[in-house]
C-alpha cells in the first residue's frame, strides 16, 4: 500500500493520506526507506478474466503478491520463470486442462512440491479424484474467499491472516 499526497481543503498545504494505493509503483514501505518483506508469490491461472483479476486482488489485499496466466502455455512459463509459492488453478473443462497442468507441475523437480489448488466447475466432481491423487486441494466453484485464502494459508504454513509479512 502506498501514500497519497494531497492539498487540504481549507489551507492548501499537503496532506498525507496512509494506508492508499501505490503511486508511481512505489510501496509505502520503499517511500519510508524500508526494505519490503518478501510477499508469497501465487499464480492464478485462468481464462476468465473476471476471475484473475478479483482473486488477484483478494490475494494482494490480503497480502499475497500475484502472477496470472491465461492458459496452461503461460502458466507453465511463468512457473519456470518465477519463485512461486502455490498456483491457483481455474480448472474449466472446456478451456484449461488442469490436470495436465498439474501433472507436468509435479513432474518438474524445481515445482514438484508446489502447492496447487485447483476450482473446478460444477458437475466436474470426477477431477477430484485425478487432482487429489497428483496431491492437489481441489474445491468446486464458487468458492468462499475466505476458504481459498485459509486452505493457501495452511499449505504454505501461514497460520493466520497478516503472518506472510503484511498485517
Known sequence: ???IFEKGHHDGREKLFWPAPSIQGLEADQVAGVSPMKKPLVLICSQD???YLLYSHILE???????????AKAALALAEQRELQAV???CDPASINGS??????KREPRTTDLPIIALIAPGA???HLDLLKAGVESFVR???PAKLLDCLRA???LTKRGSNGVE
Do not use: K
Not at 61 to 71: L, N, P
Open 61 to 71: 489485499v490480503d497480502g499475497f503478491s500475484s502472477e496470472t496466466a491465461d492458459g
Open 125 to 127: 466432481e470426477h477431477q
Open 88 to 90: 491457483v488453478l481455474d
Open 49 to 51: 478474466a473476471e476471475f
Open 142 to 144: 464458487p468458492v468462499a
Open 1 to 3: 500500500m502506498g501514500a
Open 100 to 105: 495436465a497442468i498439474c501433472a507436468h507441475l
Open 155 to 157: 499449505r504454505l504454513g
